[in-house]
C-alpha cells in the first residue's frame, strides 16, 4: 500500500498545492490523507487513485473552509513562500516563474467561495469530472459547473505579463529612476493610466485605480530615507522597499505588460516579511510608495 501510494503523490501534492497555493498546506494535507489510508481496509478501496483524489480534496476543502472563518488569506502563504532574488536571469527563477501564481491571483483567489476555487481548479487544472467534484463538496454536478464558471470569470480578469523579460525589467527600473528624480512625466509613460494599485498591511486590503493615486504616493516620499530596488518576486521584476538601515518596510510585485505596469501589489508593514529570505542588498535606483 506504501508503494501505491509513493506512484499517487507527486500528483496528490500538485492538485493539494494549486488548490491551496501553499507547498507546505500541501504536503500537510497529504500526508493526512496517508494516515487516512492506513486507517482504511484495503478492501474497501476499489480505485485508489480516485479514494485518494476524493480525500486529499476534502481535506483542502476544510482549510479553505477554516482560513475563511478565521479571516486568513491565501496571500500569506503566498508571502511566507515568495523567492525574492536579485532578478538576473537564473534557471531557478523561469521554474520558480512558470510554476507560481502573482499576489493579484492570491487576492481573487481568496475572493472566492471555498467550493468555487476548488472546483475550478479541480477541473479546469486538472480535468477532474464535475460529478466527481459534486460528491467532494456535497452538490450537485450541474451546482458544481456553476462554481467552476464563477470562479473562471473572475480569475479571467487577472492581468498577465506580457512582453519580452528584458524588457518588463527594464519598465520597473524606469519606474523606479523616474520615482527618485521626481519625474512625473516619465512615470506616466511607464504607468497604464488605469493602473490597478492593491495596497496588502496587517490591517486589510484596499484597491486603488489610475496612475494618479500612484503619482500621488511618489510625491510623499522621501527618496533620501528610503531605498527601493528591483529584485526578482517569483520570477517576475519587482520592487524591495527598505530604510536605509536595511529593514524591509514593503515588498512590490508589478504586472508589467507592453511595457507599461498594469498592476501594483505593495505588500506593506505585513508580519510574514520580517522572514524573507533577501538577496544581498545593492545600491540601485531608490524611490518610495507609501
Given amino acids: 500500500m506504501a508503494s501505491d501510494f509513493e506512484f499517487h503523490r507527486p500528483r496528490l501534492t500538485a ?13 500537510d494535507a497529504v500526508q493526512e490523507a496517508w494516515i487516512r489510508l492506513n486507517r482504511q481496509d484495503p ?38 513562500e515568495a523567492v ?5 536571469d537564473d534557471p531557478e527563477d523561469s521554474a520558480v516563474r512558470s510554476d507560481s501564481l502573482g499576489p493579484a491571483m492570491m487576492i481573487v483567489l481568496d475572493s472566492l467561495q471555498p467550493e468555487e476555487r476548488f472546483a475550478f481548479v479541480l477541473h479546469d487544472l486538472f480535468a477532474v469530472p464535475f460529478v466527481e467534484i ?8 450541474a451546482a458544481a459547473k456553476m462554481a467552476a464558471s464563477r470562479a473562471r470569470r473572475k480569475i479571467k480578469d487577472v492581468p498577465a505579463p506580457s512582453g ?16 527618485r528624480d521626481g519625474d512625473f512625466d516619465a512615470l506616466l509613460h511607464v504607468l497604464d493610466p488605469s493602473v490597478t494599485w492593491h495596497r496588502c498591511t496587517a490591517h486589510g486590503h484596499t484597491v486603488q485605480l489610475g496612475a494618479n493615486d500612484v ?8 527618496p533620501e ?4 530596488r528591483r529584485v526578482g518576486v517569483n520570477g517576475e521584476p519587482g520592487i524591495l522597499v527598505s530604510t536605509a538601515s536595511g529593514r524591509t518596510l514593503g515588498l512590490m510585485a508589478c504586472t508589467v505588460s507592453d511595457g507599461k505596469l498594469i498592476e501594483i501589489v505593495s505588500i506593506i508593514a505585513h508580519r510574514e516579511l520580517d522572514h524573507l529570505a533577501l538577496p544581498p542588498r545593492g545600491t540601485p535606483p531608490g524611490s518610495h510608495l507609501r
Fill in 15 to 27: 492538485l493539494a498545492a494549486k488548490v491551496l497555493e501553499s507547498g507546505t498546506d500541501a504536503e
Fill in 43 to 80: 478492501e474497501d478501496v476499489d480505485n485508489l487513485g480516485g479514494w485518494l483524489t476524493r480525500v486529499v480534496g476534502r481535506i483542502c476543502l476544510d482549510v479553505l473552509r477554516r482560513r475563511r472563518s478565521r479571516g486568513e488569506s491565501s496571500l500569506d502563504a503566498w508571502i511566507s
Fill in 84 to 88: 525574492i532574488t536579485d532578478d538576473e
Fill in 134 to 141: 459534486s460528491t467532494i463538496i456535497g452538490r450537485s454536478s
Fill in 164 to 179: 519580452d523579460l528584458t524588457k518588463r525589467r527594464a519598465a520597473v527600473d524606469a519606474f523606479l529612476i523616474a520615482a
Fill in 215 to 222: 503619482l500621488a504616493a511618489v510625491r510623499r516620499g522621501d
Fill in 225 to 228: 530615507r528610503i531605498e527601493a
